[in-house]
């Protein structure tokens, strides 16, 4: 029977990928994630902590649908099963235990990850393998391909300055002072209420969402002066309290934007 018309979809992977170099490696867990393998239980299994760590990067957004366990121990003794923290619940723990710079350490390491994975996904493609981008210029990289979808000038004159609850206030709710244009014939009042229709959809949601993701964008890269950088914490002034929470803030939402982008 083929194995994809089984009730039973299980596959298991005992280090398969360690003759295989890591471009090579990553190309075939690009596979085991394609909707290929969908529906299955995956277990795969490696001694290669580099492996590991780069397989848990590609999850991306779904690393929630997926348990990451390290064995620790040895055969002789006890063997551990450990669950692998996301940089982000190390953080929470770091946090709620008041060790703001390594919450603050941990919640760097999610940023770089989640922004170049972020960039990733607004550009459609993965980033050069081996080439090392800074969390600052995957962030502004993103923020500039965001830009680009916005009409620079309204944006500049309108969008940027306009309240959000304002915005749909620009263009009349309804369409009736067209119908009570005579002069109208049924086509040409068709297509101008279709035409309506778009624009308040750019700038009630399409742009209004777009706007919101540089704006997240920018929030967090104000806190790359700070909180998320690595050289902050040794001798200079102290992490505020407020400063970290915040960081962490963003940095979930940072982290649904690349689970919905």
Known sequence: MNLHQSDLKLLVLDDLLVSLDMSNRMAVVDIL???QFA???QIILTH???LFREFERRLGSRRADWHCIRLRGTARETITAINEKTDLQKAEDYLAGYQLDEAAQSLRK????????????L???SLPPGEFFSLTQNLRAARTRLVEELPVGFYQKFLKTAPATNRELVIPADDSDLDAVAELDGETRGRLKSQRRMLRKLISKDHAD????IRLLDHLLACTGRVLNPAAHAGDPPIYEAEVPNALDLIQLLASETATT
């Open 123 to 125: 550009d459609g493609t």
């Open 39 to 41: 529906g299955y239980q």
């Open 110 to 121: 999610a940023a770089e990850k989640l922004a170049k994975r972020y960039r990733e996904l």
């Open 48 to 50: 290669d902590l580099g």
């Open 210 to 213: 777009t706007i919101r993701r």
């Open 33 to 35: 994630l394609s909707d």
